[in-house]
């Protein structure tokens, strides 16, 4: 249903540094990297995960209520990308940990990057 998912930064070098920290757990690499962005995909796959600058040269911003959630395929990944995030710099906003509520294997783990971008790592799988 997705093409891909796209944020905003100020400082494209060290976004793409938090972020190769981040997404390595999962996976994901740089795909394609100019002209004010960086793109992260799987390996052989096209970038579905964008860091730009704001194409109207503004300052980027996070938006209230949104945020970007990226699939694990098990729960220690979940502790590994927010373990980077909060290595690298990123603001906790909700440790790895189940999460009934949404429902009974929902392993989830919230944190903002370093332009205050919300980001979720999730593992819908069972243990």
């Not at 920290?21 to 960086?38: C, M, N």
Request: with cysteine; aromatic share 10%; hydrophobic share 35%.
């Amino acid at each position: 249903m997705y093409s891909h998912t796209t944020i905003g930064a100020n400082d494209l070098g060290r976004a793409r540094e938090f972020y190769d920290a981040v997404l390595a757990p999962l996976g994901l690499e740089v795909r394609f990297s100019g002209g004010g962005i960086v793109g992260w995909g799987l390996p052989g796959g096209r970038p579905q995960f964008l860091v730009v600058r704001p194409f109207d040269g503004g300052e980027p911003s996070a938006g209230n209520g949104s945020m970007i959630a990226l699939l694990a395929h098990e729960r220690r990944l979940v502790d590994a990308c927010h373990a980077a995030a909060l290595e690298r710099g990123g603001a906790d906003e909700g440790a790895p940990g189940l999460r009934p509520q949404y429902h009974r294997n929902y392993y989830g783990a919230y944190f903002r990057d370093l332009d205050g971008n919300k980001v979720c790592i999730v593992s819908h799988h069972a243990e």
